[in-house]
């Protein structure tokens, strides 16, 4: 709530009485401030007519979920897009303004009500925002070492760039198809559009999780032939997913997280698939989150079976 719009002894109770969302916008509903929806709220009630949320905000108000650095920038501002025809965006401590030249038009998020930009847009305006921010560059001038391993600043923003991207694509419930993010990415110009336009090349469709995603980018950093992602396979009475497979040569390299341990039934599916897969002339090969920090050794055993 706008105290700008309450007579003065209302406005004077509200601010007693009520928390702060930003200057003179108030939180009367008794939430949480902190809450995602309360500060995308209380940001579009002092920004300009016809703004709408867009980057990681509205993002993570459709319930996308957001690597590291994405999480720390969700968790400080809130991210706006100003109306059509406005060359600034919102400026507000907390918030963070985009414009557009080609304008989108908004959707409203089926859960709180709040107008946002579309997913493939705020996408978009995500990357574009951090390629901005971190200054991105290609890493073409780092040591061979490197490869595979994303450690670096560069590397990190383009890993967390394609997970994002991937997550918009996920096999179950996507938000849009890989075809309409390509178009949005590829008409993007501007500070940041670089790391836009590299990323979108590497989002693919029907991905599960960000460490698959994670090992599908270190292996293709490290020069192997792009895999197919989720590939499905069947023989007699059975049919499996396979994380990341190349047909062709019959190889599958699967990332193993911590359900694969934890919990007993998993590593009792995990024997017969995986004997069954051999039987069928499948090469496997299984990566845990180590082999995401040191690669060497998985990529090492993997180039054996493609005979380099």
């Known amino acids: 709530?706008?105290?700008?719009?309450?007579?003065?002894?209302?406005?004077?109770?509200?601010?007693?009485?009520?928390?702060?969302?930003?200057?003179?916008?108030?939180?009367?509903?008794?939430?949480?401030?902190?809450?995602?929806?309360?500060?995308?709220?209380?940001?579009?009630?002092?920004?300009?007519?016809?703004?709408?949320?867009?980057?990681?905000?509205?993002?993570?108000?459709?319930?996308?979920?957001?690597?590291?650095?994405?999480?720390?920038?969700?968790?400080?501002?809130?991210?706006?897009?100003?109306?059509?025809?406005?060359?600034?965006?919102?400026?507000?401590?907390?918030?963070?303004?985009?414009?557009?030249?080609?304008?989108?038009?908004?959707?409203?998020?089926?859960?709180?009500?709040?107008?946002?930009?579309?997913?493939?847009?705020?996408?978009?305006?995500?990357?574009?925002?951090?390629?901005?921010?971190?200054?991105?560059?290609?890493?073409?001038?780092?040591?061979?070492?490197?490869?595979?391993?994303?450690?670096?600043?560069?590397?990190?923003?383009?890993?967390?760039?394609?997970?994002?991207?991937?997550?918009?694509?996920?096999?179950?419930?996507?938000?849009?198809w890989q075809e309409q993010l390509d178009e949005c990415a590829q008409a993007d110009v501007g500070p940041g559009s670089k790391l836009v336009h590299e990323a979108s090349k590497q989002v693919r469709a029907r991905t599960d999780s960000f460490m698959e995603t994670w090992l599908r980018l270190v292996v293709w950093d490290a020069g192997f032939p792009d895999p197919e992602v989720n590939f499905e396979v069947a023989g007699n009475g059975w049919r499996y997913l396979l994380d990341l497979a190349w047909p062709d040569r019959m190889i599958n390299l699967e990332y193993h997280g911590r359900q694969h341990f934890e919990k007993s039934d998993q590593s009792y599916k995990d024997v017969p698939r995986r004997a069954r897969l051999q039987d069928a002339g499948w090469s496997i090969h299984e990566a845990v989150y180590a082999d995401l920090r040191e690669p060497a050794g998985m990529l090492r055993r993997l180039a054996r079976s493609f005979g380099w």
């Not at 993570?60 to 957001?66: E, R």
């Open 1 to 176: 709530m706008r105290v700008s719009d309450l007579s003065r002894p209302e406005a004077k109770r509200v601010r007693r009485r009520a928390p702060r969302l930003s200057r003179g916008v108030y939180l009367t509903s008794g939430g949480d401030p902190g809450e995602l929806r309360n500060r995308a709220r209380g940001a579009l009630a002092a920004a300009p007519a016809g703004s709408v949320v867009t980057g990681v905000s509205a993002l993570g108000l459709c319930g996308v979920p957001l690597a590291e650095g994405f999480t720390r920038d969700s968790s400080r501002r809130i991210h706006l897009l100003a109306p059509p025809g406005r060359r600034q965006g919102p400026r507000r401590p907390g918030v963070a303004g985009h414009v557009r030249a080609a304008h989108c038009a908004a959707v409203t998020e089926p859960r709180s009500g709040i107008p946002i930009a579309p997913p493939t847009h705020s996408w978009v305006d995500a990357v574009r925002w951090l390629g901005r921010e971190t200054g991105w560059g290609a890493w073409d001038s780092e040591p061979a070492a490197t490869r595979g391993l994303f450690e670096t600043p560069a590397k990190r923003a383009f890993l967390e760039s394609v997970q994002l991207g991937d997550a918009l694509l996920r096999r179950q419930t996507p938000l849009c």
